[in-house]
């Protein structure tokens, strides 16, 4: 897949943001609907509205009332001068009604000797520009919050008696009623009625309304306060968002860029930037790629090597076949010919045994990779290659001599690992092969199997002439062959060791060769070691 880096915000960043941001908008959804809050203020200037509705039918009905033949009836004049007087301070619409429903008293209007006079609020003066545009977006905003929803409409009544007023009937009952009323766009109606009584006789109604225009500054004031704050809240957030996204992204993206170029210019220039001292799991990912890239690297120059290597192998005796078939094709003589054919015939047998360890060396790594690790007790695998090798050996063979803490069979005698049992059993049985090629006829080859606290340790000991001083780490590489003298040419390929070698490391252990040496320094053989995890 093609890298494409752009001066965008980046997937990651745009979901980081719709997180926190729809978050944090969902909370402030939820603060600015305010319903409890709005209901505590309408029920608040409910009983406010009461309280004063009761004040003044108390006056009025003190102050008020005329008394006619022993019976006691409101005195209209001096109601409607008391209401007016009464209301002057406050913010309310005032009806008065009498015992029969006839409206008395309305505070909008002013009776006088012209006529009558609708009063009626004068509008806000002209708000600024800046303050309109404040007032439209805050209309659009609280718009989604139909608060006033769930209440009954107010109509303006055409008649002006009780009975185009419940609140009134009912309070010419004797009972003190209130209602909530919806105008639509220009908020709500809080209505109060309660009786006017003279010694509970009732005289009338005394009904006062008022708008919700105070209770909307209150709760716009709210609103406000909490928008700036949530404005703040909101800069706040998509910053610390994009900042907690680009250390994120931003690394993650020269990552995803390094391991581009690794794939598309595959040179070792390609380095993976190193974020490890971020602390972090993408600085565990920077480690895990720059040692991934490092055992790619590792593994290519292997391959590299170990192509040249088989080229380099597989020239010399093919060489020798192109010569030797030259030869036979110019010769006469059939003793001679016969000595080619040998030759040919040993080429032959040399370059079938080298193609096979090198089939088998170029399938280990994947083979290992497959391969599940099971317990394998070492000390049952050792003296079953001993009996084989021994069941196997002339006369004139080095003898195995096997040392074990315990029996075979048993737990200190076991030795169990964790490991493939095959290749375990291909470790030793080329260690023991090369052993064997190296030790005097008639000697003895000790091998010894041993706990280590945590691990097992197996020594290999025969009585040849050693390993070359400075060889020791040599004899290990692909293709090296220091055999012993009188020893046929070709007979080993030298891939033994290293891949002894190769299957000790995959299985967590190591391997060296040292020389054994008397107290003089006299060499009396070469040693072997094995270290290997115990189960």
Same mark, same amino acid.
């Given at each position: 897949?093609? !890298?494409?880096?752009?001066?965008?915000?980046?997937?990651? $960043?745009?979901?980081?943001?719709?997180?926190?941001? /729809? $978050?944090?908008?969902?909370?402030?959804?939820?603060?600015?609907?305010?319903?409890?809050?709005?209901?505590?203020?309408?029920?608040?200037?409910?009983?406010? =509205?009461?309280?004063?509705?009761?004040?003044?039918?108390? @006056?009025?009905?003190?102050?008020?009332?005329?008394?006619?033949?022993?019976?006691?009836?409101?005195?209209?004049?001096? @109601?409607?001068?008391?209401?007016?007087?009464?209301?002057?301070?406050?913010?309310?619409?005032?009806?008065?009604?009498? &015992?029969?429903?006839?409206?008395?008293?309305?505070?909008?209007?002013?009776?006088?000797?012209?006529?009558?006079?609708?009063?009626?609020?004068?509008?806000?003066?002209?708000?600024?520009?800046?303050?309109?545009?404040?007032?439209?977006?805050?209309?659009?905003?609280?718009?989604?919050?139909?608060?006033?929803?769930?209440?009954?409409?107010?109509?303006?009544?055409?008649?002006?008696?009780? #009975?185009?007023?419940?609140?009134?009937?009912?309070?010419?009952?004797?009972?003190?009623?209130?209602?909530?009323?919806?105008?639509?766009?220009?908020?709500?109606?809080?209505?109060?009625?309660?009786?006017?009584?003279?010694?509970?006789?009732? =005289?009338?109604?005394?009904?006062?309304?008022?708008?919700?225009?105070?209770?909307?500054?209150?709760?716009?004031?709210?609103?406000?306060?909490?928008?700036?704050?949530?404005?703040?809240?909101?800069?706040?957030?998509?910053?610390?968002?994009?900042? =907690?996204?680009?250390?994120?992204?931003?690394?993650?993206?020269?990552?995803?860029?390094? @391991? &581009?170029?690794?794939?598309?210019?595959? $040179?070792?220039?390609?380095?993976?930037?190193?974020?490890?001292?971020?602390?972090?799991?993408?600085?565990?990912?920077?480690?895990? /790629?720059?040692?991934?890239?490092?055992?790619?690297?590792?593994?290519?120059?292997?391959?590299?090597?170990?192509?040249?290597?088989?080229?380099?192998?597989?020239?010399?005796?093919?060489?020798?076949?192109?010569?030797?078939?030259?030869?036979?094709?110019?010769?006469?003589?059939?003793?001679?010919?016969?000595?080619?054919?040998?030759?040919?015939?040993?080429?032959? $047998?040399? !370059?079938?045994?080298?193609?096979?360890?090198?089939?088998?060396?170029?399938?280990?790594?994947?083979?290992?990779?497959?391969?599940?690790?099971?317990?394998?007790?070492?000390?049952?695998?050792?003296?079953?290659?001993?009996?084989?090798?021994?069941?196997?050996?002339?006369?004139?063979?080095?003898?195995?001599?096997?040392?074990?803490?315990? &029996?075979?069979?048993?737990?200190?005698?076991?030795?169990?690992?964790?490991?493939?049992?095959?290749?375990?059993?291909?470790?030793?049985?080329?260690?023991?092969?090369?052993?064997?090629?190296?030790?005097?006829?008639?000697?003895?080859?000790?091998?010894?199997?041993?706990?280590?606290?945590?691990?097992?340790?197996?020594?290999?000991? #025969?009585?040849?002439?050693?390993?070359?001083?400075?060889?020791?780490?040599?004899?290990?590489?692909?293709?090296?062959?220091?055999?012993?003298?009188?020893?046929?040419?070709?007979? +080993?390929?030298?891939?033994?060791?290293?891949?002894?070698?190769?299957?000790?490391?995959? +299985?967590?252990?190591?391997?060296?060769?040292?020389?054994?040496?008397?107290?003089?320094?006299?060499?009396?053989?070469?040693?072997?070691?094995?270290?290997?995890? @115990?189960?």
């Amino acid at each position: 897949m093609r !890298l494409r880096l752009r001066w965008r915000l980046s997937p990651l $960043t745009r979901r980081i943001l719709t997180v926190n941001v /729809l $978050t944090l908008v969902l909370l402030g959804i939820g603060v600015l609907y305010l319903g409890e809050y709005q209901d505590s203020l309408v029920t608040a200037n409910i009983e406010s =509205l009461k309280t004063e509705a009761q004040i003044f039918a108390a @006056a009025l009905g003190e102050g008020a009332v005329d008394q006619q033949r022993a019976t006691f009836k409101l005195d209209p004049q001096l @109601a409607r001068e008391m209401m007016r007087r009464l209301v002057e301070p406050t913010k309310t619409r005032a009806r008065l009604f009498d &015992e029969h429903g006839k409206l008395i008293a309305d505070t909008n209007i002013l009776e006088g000797p012209g006529g009558t006079v609708q009063v009626s609020q004068l509008p806000a003066p002209d708000a600024s520009l800046f303050e309109r545009i404040t007032d439209v977006v805050y209309g659009a905003v609280i718009g989604v919050f139909p608060w006033q929803q769930g209440f009954p409409r107010y109509v303006e009544p055409t008649t002006d008696n009780a #009975d185009s007023y419940p609140d009134a009937v009912h309070a010419l009952a004797g009972d003190v009623a209130h209602s909530v009323r919806t105008r639509g766009n220009n908020g709500l109606i809080l209505t109060v009625a309660v009786p006017v009584q003279h010694y509970r006789k009732v =005289l009338g109604a005394v009904q006062l309304s008022i708008g919700s225009r105070d209770i909307e500054k209150a709760i716009r004031s709210v609103r406000i306060e909490f928008i700036k704050v949530f404005l703040g809240a909101l800069g706040i957030t998509i910053l610390l968002s994009i900042y =907690l996204a680009g250390t994120i992204a931003q690394p993650i993206r020269r990552l995803a860029a390094a @391991a &581009e170029s690794v794939r598309r210019r595959p $040179t070792r220039e390609a380095a993976i930037p190193d974020l490890t001292g971020r602390h972090d799991e993408i600085g565990d990912l920077s480690g895990a /790629l720059r040692e991934m890239t490092a055992a790619l690297w590792q593994r290519v120059g292997a391959i590299e090597r170990f192509a040249a290597d088989v080229a380099h192998e597989i020239k010399n005796p093919l060489t020798s076949l192109k010569s030797a078939i030259e030869t036979a094709s110019r010769l006469n003589d059939r003793e001679k010919e016969r000595k080619l054919l040998a030759l040919v015939l040993e080429d032959v $047998t040399r !370059l079938d045994r080298l193609i096979s360890d090198i089939s088998d060396a170029s399938r280990l790594d994947a083979d290992l990779a497959r391969d599940e690790f099971v317990p394998v007790p070492l000390g049952k695998l050792l003296a079953t290659l001993v009996q084989v090798n021994e069941a196997a050996a002339k006369e004139e063979s080095p003898r195995l001599l096997l040392s074990l803490p315990g &029996e075979p069979g048993t737990p200190a005698g076991d030795l169990p690992v964790p490991g493939i049992e095959g290749r375990l059993v291909q470790v030793f049985r080329n260690l023991i092969a090369n052993a064997v090629s190296f030790s005097p006829p008639g000697s003895a080859i000790r091998i010894a199997a041993r706990r280590d606290s945590r691990d097992v340790v197996i020594t290999i000991d #025969d009585q040849g002439p050693g390993i070359p001083e400075g060889k020791f780490a040599a004899i290990f590489e692909r293709f090296y062959s220091e055999r012993p003298r009188g020893e046929k040419f070709g007979t +080993h390929s030298g891939l033994g060791l290293s891949i002894s070698k190769q299957i000790v490391d995959n +299985h967590r252990g190591k391997i060296w060769a040292e020389n054994r040496t008397d107290d003089r320094g006299q060499v009396l053989g070469a040693r072997f070691v094995v270290r290997l995890p @115990a189960a």
